[in-house]
């Protein structure tokens, strides 16, 4: 009985073991968010990465805004009922930016609320 592997077993073999050590090799280890309600990444398009609230992590959203508020469903929009959208910011603290603001479809949404005043009711101003 003969146990020699031939050469082409052999290669493809160091080839499956190199793809799973290089696969294995550019992940990062994620650790969960705890408390937090908003989407990965969020911040404004307007805002430098000083401003937003956790640079590459999703913004603390404060609990009275997320019971008023809804999440978003991307990372630039928010449901039909609820366009106005809220950013949490370190620099300009919680604001908020409605339909008609400067940038606002670049802008990356923490939270959505119906309107303003719900905004506000949760802790939201506009931008000065």
Known sequence: ???RLKPRQS???LLLLAVLMLTSCGKKAETPDVG???SPGATSASS???DSAESGSSASIPAEAAK????PTNATT???????????TKKRGNI?????????DKVKPDICFKD????????????Q
Do not use: Q, R
């Open 96 to 104: 908020y930016h409605i339909a008609k603001s400067l940038d606002y």
């Open 68 to 71: 008023l508020g809804v999440k």
């Open 78 to 88: 928010c449901p039909n009922n609820a366009l106005v959208k809220g950013e949490v």
């Open 48 to 50: 430098t990465s000083d």
């Open 1 to 3: 009985m003969n146990n």
């Open 116 to 127: 303003t005043l719900t905004a506000e009711k949760a802790g939201f101003k506009a931008p």
């Open 36 to 38: 937090a309600t908003a």
């Open 11 to 13: 290669t493809i073999g």
